[in-house]
């Protein structure tokens, strides 16, 4: 995990703490600080009937060196995954204007472009300290259904599971060669990364205790993963 709150040394496997900024490519030269997406945040207006996939945010911050307050996980190399948010200006977003419009940062969220900067998650990292003023963009998880289909369920699917969250499964490793590596390789647009969540097996949400189990019982398995 990285941490956009802390300059402490990191813990295996938990997070990663920030490096202090050098040299940093320049924002995309459209304009795309000054867009009205970061400009309609400032009017709540009123309940939203369909929540947005996507949406602008803006932290505000009393300094570029202050902390947002919130761990992030750079597992897809193109986003930040939000894996923790702490009392701080996220914080103050999140009741400012975000239950209302569905724009409050939430866990699992990601976010993939700060102040106009796009496609590699170290430098959206980077971002964040270089300004008091974070401008992003967030989207929430995307849901991907996976059907596999073994001879044997004890065939091994070789999808090695993060139980770091509570009454949470999380892909932490797809080895090479395995039944889901396979399966990536011919979905290549919607394959499944480290970091999604497995969220139903079949029928079967919530308890990853049911849903290991179908997984190991049944030859056949839809799994839903949130990316």
Known sequence: LACACSGREPRRGFHLAMANPGTYPQACPNGIHDDDRFRE???PGIWLEDPPDEFPVVIKKESAQDP????????????MQVMQIDMGPTVTWNKSYGRALHRDIRLF?????????RGD???????????????????????????L???DPRDQLGLIMDTAFPNV??????????????????????????????????????????????IITKATVVLTFAH
Request: charged share 30%; glycine share 6%.
């Open 41 to 43: 945040h400032l009017y």
């Open 68 to 79: 947002m307050a919130m761990k992030v996980d750079l597992n897809d190399g193109f986003t």
């Open 109 to 117: 969220d990601r976010i993939y472009e700060v102040n106009g900067v």
């Open 121 to 147: 998650g170290r430098d959206l990292l980077q971002a964040v300290n270089l300004s008091s003023e974070a401008k992003l963009m967030v989207r929430r998880p995307k849901l991907v259904k996976v059907r």
């Open 149 to 151: 289909e073994r001879e």
């Open 169 to 214: 499964l999380m892909v932490d490793t797809i080895p090479e060669g395995s039944v889901f590596d396979a399966w990536n390789k011919v979905h290549w647009e919607k394959r499944v990364q480290k970091g999604d969540r497995l969220v139903s097996v079949d029928d079967a949400t919530g308890s990853p205790d049911e849903m290991l189990h179908l």
